[in-house]
């Protein structure tokens, strides 16, 4: 089910929450937490049936180690540690079989010759995620940092719907204590108005924003067969915002809908297009998976501690793995490769002890940055060499004349703006003045965290309320004048 449709709107969630909330009332807890998980696969069941038995068995499998984990001995005849290393085997032996089975299979025929057939095994919705999830659990486990919970407990803390499909990816210690405090139990309506408030700000993002852009970089990188200069940027940074305000349009939901609960799941997404460098970057972008990363790869590869060398190859092993984790495609692989190599560079660069002017280290972050995300969203390699050469000016530097009358036209036409004539994909001026109306945006603007923030704080204001219904009101307009898309996030 999605987040930014009518089902789960005017359905699905205001009925969780109610329910929930009445059985808390009546002090049925165990009940009430035994319907959100319910609810939670029932969500998740949404999409397609066929692989609820694959999360429920993968809950099961993980909460039998993890428990066996806590306890001073596994077993007479294995250790803790086989025991962990048979729960991240099967964990990541899930995730392999469904995500690089026909990826493996590709490259063994065009590296040997051989024609086995592909599978085509469809990727079961949100695998990424909760594997991940369930790994730091296991580790954790293993260094004695949970506690024996019980499996209703442990259900809850995988299913949660809110983050159940694309994170935030929540630590146990995050969640549990939330679950169990009983002041969670009621109904708090200054989370309620807050909670609504950012799953507004989120769903406008998404549909009326991101959605947007997807028409323009959607016609640059797979309906044109050449773009000029100014296209291949248009392109390029038609993506980069797609991206940017689908992800921070589903965290604001999923932190918005989980507030409405009385839980608050961790930051994931902080305007990282502020950053003034790669590293900033990624203290900003995907938090939750960063830290992922950094806890339960780089840093048991070794981190910083034996020398500049291993260093740099712990970072560039990580953000690889990172890339893997993305998608399986060497495109995705030489998506992490590049930023592990600036990881790389920006470490000896601080070593070095050179400086940069703050504006020149934005400048120069961003668009390496946006670089990236060709190959991050390019299809094929042929798609990104197509927008790349572009951007660089090996296809031609000619633009259209400007249609000026679209300009003062608001509607679905104005999104639509490319016409591909003759193979060439021909822009409009309204998309570079978009993009650098919404450049303006992300680098001035308080992000939504920081609005959060500053209205916790604050009393209640009709002005909030009147913005989270404008943002919900146009938001349902658009929902219901377009086909509905799902969040970037769900193909990883």
């Known amino acids: 089910m999605l987040f930014n449709s009518f089902e789960f709107i005017f359905l699905f969630l205001p009925i969780t929450f109610f329910v929930y909330f009445y059985l808390n009332s009546k ?27 694959l999360i429920v068995g993968s809950m099961i499998f993980n909460y039998a180690i993890g428990t066996s984990l806590t306890k ?12 962990l ?52 659990y296991l580790v954790d486990s293993y260094r004695g940092e949970t506690q024996e919970y019980n499996v209703l407990n442990y259900a809850v803390f995988v299913t949660f719907f809110p983050q159940l499909i694309a994170g935030p990816i929540v630590h146990h ?16 309506y200054k989370n309620i108005a807050l909670g609504l408030f950012i799953f507004s700000i989120g769903l406008f993002k998404k549909v009326v924003i991101a959605d947007s852009f997807a028409v323009w970089a959607n016609n640059g990188f797979d309906s044109a067969e050449v773009l000029t200069f100014y296209e291949g940027w248009a392109t390029s940074l038609s993506y980069t915002f797609q991206l940017y305000f689908d992800f921070s349009g589903y965290t604001d ?26 590293q900033d970057f990624w203290r900003r972008w995907h938090m939750t998976l960063s830290r992922f990363l950094r806890d339960y790869v780089y840093i048991p590869l070794g981190g910083n501690r034996h020398g500049n060398f291993r260093t740099y190859n712990n970072l560039l092993a990580t953000f690889v793995i990172g890339g893997i984790w993305h998608g399986a495609g060497w495109t995705f692989v030489f998506w ?5 190599v600036a990881l790389a560079i920006h470490r000896l660069w601080n070593n070095l002890g050179f400086k940069m002017h703050r504006v020149m280290a934005w400048f120069v972050t961003f668009n390496f940055v946006n670089i990236c995300w060709v190959f991050f969203r390019a299809k094929e390699w042929e798609d990104a ?108």
């Not at 992490?336 to 592990?340: E, K, M, Q, S, T």
Request: net charge positive.
């Open 336 to 340: 992490g490769f590049l930023h592990g």
């Open 253 to 278: 939901m999923a932190i918005g809908a989980a507030l409405l609960f009385n839980i608050r799941l961790p930051i994931n997404f902080n305007s990282p297009y502020k950053a003034t460098d790669i």
């Open 385 to 492: 060499i197509k927008v790349l050469s572009a951007m660089f000016g090996l296809s031609g530097f000619a633009i259209e004349s400007v249609k000026l009358i679209n300009l003062l036209k608001l509607d679905r036409d104005t999104l639509d703006l490319i016409s591909v004539t003759s193979g060439i994909a021909r822009f409009d001026m309204a998309i570079y003045l978009v993009i650098a109306a919404f450049s303006m945006f992300v680098l001035f603007m308080k992000n939504s965290n920081e609005q959060v923030a500053k209205l916790e704080a604050a009393k209640p204001r009709l002005s909030v309320m009147v913005l989270s219904l404008a943002c919900l009101y146009i938001s349902i307009i658009f929902i219901n004048s377009v086909k509905v898309t799902e969040f970037l996030y769900f193909d990883f």
């Open 72 to 83: 001073d001995k596994v077993h007479k005849i294995i250790t803790k540690k086989q025991a």
């Open 27 to 53: 002090k049925l807890t165990d009940a009430a937490k035994g319907f959100l998980v319910a609810s939670s696969l029932f969500f998740y069941s949404w999409w397609n049936i066929i692989y609820l038995p």
């Open 85 to 136: 290393t048979i729960g991240v085997i099967g964990n990541l032996a899930l995730l392999g079989y469904f995500k690089y089975t026909d990826f493996f299979i590709a490259n063994v025929n065009g590296a040997l010759g051989t024609e086995i057939p592909l599978m085509y095994i469809a990727l079961p919705l949100a695998i990424s995620f909760f594997t991940f999830q369930q790994i730091a």
């Open 173 to 188: 210690k995050e969640m549990m204590p939330q679950f169990a405090d009983i002041r969670n139990k009621v109904k708090k």
